[in-house]
């Protein structure tokens, strides 16, 4: 083997898989986390650092489309894994060893680098050519970011410049329109980001998509759009430990705990194969995190009115992630939550919050799209 | 400034490499890898392709990005790593210090210039962080600096001969600790590049560029611990073994709590933990450099 064979080989040995789940994916999701823990190997945070994609479940048009722009800018070398639901372990394992393989293929590595250089750079032109994706909307640029791969809202990151496009016109970078303006929450007038969360998105609930108008990182606007749904029964119906489990990693994961979320989802795995060591112990654990309680008191508050109006539990993220360890460690009754009035709530508790609470809040109300739309 | 021998300017990139590789390391093993992850990291992004975002600003990222492991290896000059210093100046605290504070320009150019909103954010979110942490972490070293009566870090070791700064000094030390991770953004105070921004400043970051910019957060993770070695453990201080391998030896011990803390604590936000900076730490610290400055007058 000569050295570019060798490097090849060191440089696919450890991939940093990107999972983007379907809400009909959560089974394959599982598997594929699984299998991941296993091997000991990380996943990526966003499309830029990984090499692999891995899409759990069969995404919906939208869905599909999103995952198509993810995966359009996956820097080489790379490859793609489509697990459609209900995938055996011996299955994920074998697609992420044939994965690795074409990660380490030299010469199927530079034909696709050749053949996505002659495709050209993406631009919202170019997208509006070739792809239809409806790039022509006020906002250029947010479609492309929208998959939540880190490139939300380009050409309106500028967001210091003074031009407004108003009264001396330099013309639009790289032919994108420039951020609109609007008065802030201290009446100050700043730039509008649209950047929205999702659908593809690291700790993110699947199917979902939250459509944001931002000032700086404070949140003005928020518009729900639920992509998907599963169909037929939720994957977690009747699994109510396991699935609070799943709820408390996201949250984990979104508040910056990777050993926390880790945990959990060994313990979501250990409950799904029918054993439970150590739940006490674990809510016990994250319960008594005074940092974790000091980052997440006060934020994203169901008021007693708003509790009235939408037939939700009052309180903050922290109170929810309570009775989440509540359920999980025995104290409370375990049940299945309907995802309806969280999703309604959303809008309310987003007003106004910062984008990191924005995530908090998210991922404390982790509505279950994987079945199909509840009562 | 002292003559310092050529040997240690040879040694230095040796002692840093092998610090930043240990850490890289054991943040692998404790989040389920293999010690030897970080090679297969580091050659999977040698490899790797770059991706562009539409209209970035390429010079002022790779500014951001070679930026963040020059100001760590430029402030492991004062620090006597292997003994001796490879700069030992009359003001090297205040040198350290310095280029601490280039680390805000570097996370916040990196950030800005993908031209990403998660990334812009991201970059903002280490200003305001800077914000927080530099006061108290400024009065933790003017304390380690009035307790020797010099701003030179090999003095301020040997005034340690009896009695470890952290001991005496102990609410100094703990925002030392805390800063040093604040300034690598690392753990607890990670929020910049944290996982709820997908990585945030470091977004964008692909394939030789994330590479530097990642290894150039584990130097200054490293270059960190090391500082805390002379300022408050008694620098090469320590009974039977060489100097330079008790230096090592503490360096070693600190990063790994600094690696550790991550596994600890979930990421503080800075508009909760700004109150708590300037609230409790400064005076806390003020307190610490009072009394100090006491003990010191009598």
């Not at chain 1, 375990?334 to 809008?347: K, N, Q, Y």
Request: charged fraction near 20%; charge should be negative; glycine fraction near 14%.
């Amino acid at each position: 083997m000569g050295v570019r064979e060798v490097l090849a080989r060191y440089a696919a040995a450890r991939p940093r898989p990107f999972v983007v789940a379907a809400a009909d994916g959560t089974r394959a999701r599982l598997a594929v986390e699984a299998e991941l823990r296993r091997r000991g190997w990380r996943a990526a945070a966003s499309p830029a650092e990984t090499g692999l994609v891995v899409v759990c479940g069969e995404p919906g048009a939208e869905l599909a489309e999103a995952v198509e722009v993810v995966w359009r800018d996956v820097p080489g070398p790379r490859a793609r894994v489509d697990l459609p639901g209900g995938t055996s372990p011996e299955d994920v394992a074998r697609a992420l060893d044939g994965a690795v393989e074409r990660l380490a293929d030299l010469d199927a590595q530079r034909s696709d680098a050749q053949a996505r250089a002659a495709a050209g750079f993406w631009t919202p032109e170019s997208a509006d050519e070739h792809e239809g994706m409806g790039h022509g909307h006020a906002e250029m640029g947010d479609e492309h970011g929208g998959m939540g791969n880190g490139q939300a809202g380009m050409g309106h990151g500028h967001g210091g410049h003074d031009m407004g496009g108003h009264a001396h016109h330099m013309g639009a970078p790289a032919g994108l329109a420039m951020a609109e303006r609007a008065d802030d929450r201290d009446g100050l007038r700043l730039d509008v980001l649209h950047v929205p969360l999702g659908p593809v998105l690291n700790a993110w609930p699947a199917g979902l998509r939250v459509d944001l108008s931002l000032q700086g990182d404070v949140v003005q606007a928020a518009d729900v759009t639920v992509v998907e749904r599963g169909g037929g029964g939720s994957f977690w119906g009747g699994r109510p430990v396991a699935r609070r489990l799943d709820s408390v990693g996201r949250l984990a994961e979104v508040a910056g705990w990777p050993a926390a979320a880790r945990r959990a989802a060994e313990l979501r795995d250990a409950v799904l194969d029918g054993r439970s060591p150590g739940l006490d112990a674990f809510a016990r654990w994250i319960g008594r995190s005074w940092a974790l309680r000091w980052m997440t008191r006060g934020v994203g508050t169901v008021t007693p009115e708003l509790a009235g109006r939408y037939g939700l539990p009052e309180g903050d993220v922290a109170a929810r992630l309570d009775g989440w360890l509540a359920q999980i460690d025995g104290r409370a009754v375990p049940r299945d939550e309907p995802s309806g009035a969280a999703l309604a709530v959303l809008p309310e508790l987003l007003d106004g919050v910062e984008l990191g609470e924005a995530r908090l809040i998210v991922a404390s109300l982790d509505p279950d799209l994987s079945g199909g739309a509840d009562a | 400034m002292r003559e310092s021998p050529v040997w240690a300017v040879v040694a230095l990139p040796f002692a840093l490499a092998l610090l930043v590789y240990a850490a890289a390391a054991l943040d692998a093993v404790l989040a389920g890898g293999g010690f030897r992850d970080p090679l297969y990291e580091g050659v999977r992004l040698l490899v790797q392709q770059r991706r562009r975002t539409l209209a970035p600003d390429r010079l002022l990222t790779r500014i951001g990005v070679v930026a963040l492991p020059l100001a760590a290896v430029l402030g492991a000059v004062v620090v006597p790593l292997g003994g001796r210093a490879v700069a030992d100046l009359t003001v090297g605290v205040v040198w350290f210090n310095a280029m601490e504070v280039v680390v805000w320009g570097a996370v916040w150019l990196a950030g800005w210039g993908a031209n990403s909103a998660y990334g812009l954010v991201g970059g903002y979110r280490f200003v305001a962080q800077g914000l927080a942490y530099e006061l108290p972490h400024m009065f933790a070293l003017i304390t380690a600096a009035l307790g020797a009566g010099s701003l030179r870090v090999d003095e301020i070791a040997h005034a340690q001969g009896g009695l470890w700064f952290a001991v005496w000094m102990p609410v100094a030390f703990a925002v030392y600790l805390l800063s040093a991770v604040a300034m690598a953004f690392w753990g607890p105070l990670g929020h910049p590049a944290g996982n709820d921004l997908a990585g945030g400043a470091a977004v964008e970051l692909t394939g030789p560029d994330r590479l530097v910019f990642l290894a150039g957060r584990y130097l200054l993770l490293v270059v960190a611990a090391a500082m805390a070695v002379p300022l408050f453990l008694g620098g090469d201080g320590g009974p039977l073994l060489p100097g330079w391998l008790w230096t090592l030896l503490k360096t070693g011990a600190v990063l790994a709590v600094l690696v550790w803390s991550r596994q600890w604590l979930p990421a503080l936000r800075m508009d909760r933990f700004m109150t708590a900076a300037w609230t409790v730490l400064i005076p806390a610290t003020l307190l610490q450099m009072l009394v100090v400055g006491i003990v010191v007058l009598d």
